[in-house]
């Protein structure tokens, strides 16, 4: 089945900086790979996503990339602010669902 | 648009009783729901698929007489954990999606404690 590995844990960058977080999977039939930031007890808030015949995509500070030969994507913020402080997931699907990574808490100081 | 609901949003039960959770979509109709399970500090691990007037598709791990999924109509998917336990205490969260889109649309999840 479907194993989507993500890295870092944690990230800790000052205002202003860029943080880039990567994830793998490993089923090459998946096809849509959505981030997701999620505060502490809400619900997860997709911010970008990407399907598999596109190779970057870019809104605004926020930007993912895709490389389907290797099946990684990663996730870059650029300028970040503390406001940006969450947990994000990164998520692959398998058929309809979608299997998430581990997570990465993201600080931001200023 | 595209608004899921979930109710309620936070319960507490004895264990060894039953709880529903239900999932709402508002204003579209989802071909699929899925539930999902968040324990503290850690990721959404999907426990189940479920279509619309079909059986739900559970993970591998999760067990199917547990974790009652029913999904009677196009807008309502419910969630029943039977005869809970404190180790069932986590945050459960549901989404739904269309037939032949992939994005997923998230309920705002129930927070379960079994005491």
């Known amino acids: 089945g479907e194993n989507v590995e993500q890295h870092p844990s944690t990230l800790s960058v000052q205002e202003g900086d860029s943080a880039v977080i990567k994830c793998t999977y490993s089923?090459?039939?998946?096809?849509?790979f959505p981030w997701y930031k999620q505060e502490l007890g809400k619900r997860p808030q997709l911010i970008i996503d990407i399907r598999s015949n596109v190779g970057e995509k870019k809104d605004q500070r926020i930007a993912v990339t895709l490389n389907k030969t290797a099946k990684h994507f990663s996730l870059h913020i650029t300028e970040t602010q503390p406001e940006d402080s969450a947990v994000y997931f990164c998520?692959?699907?398998?058929?309809?669902?979608?299997?998430f990574g581990k997570g990465t808490t993201l600080s931001v100081s200023s | 648009g595209a608004v899921v609901s979930q109710h309620p949003s936070w319960v507490i039960c004895k264990s060894g009783t039953s709880v529903k959770i239900e999932c709402r979509s508002l204003d579209f109709q989802a071909t699929t729901m899925f539930w999902y399970r968040q324990f503290p500090k850690q990721s959404l691990m999907l426990m189940a698929t479920?279509?619309?007037?079909?059986?739900?598709?559970?993970e591998q791990g999760v067990e199917k007489d547990k974790f009652l999924i029913n999904h009677a109509s196009l807008t309502l998917s419910t969630l029943t954990v039977t005869s809970a336990h404190p180790e069932d205490s986590s945050f459960y969260i549901c989404?739904?999606?269309?037939?032949?889109?992939?994005?997923?649309?998230f309920g705002p999840g129930t927070r379960l404690t079994v005491t």
């Open positions: 998520a692959a699907t398998k058929g309809t669902a979608l299997i």
């Open positions: 479920s279509n619309e007037g079909s059986k739900a598709t559970y």
């Open positions: 989404s739904a999606s269309v037939r032949g889109t992939y994005e997923q649309y």
């Open positions: 089923d090459s039939a998946s096809n849509y």
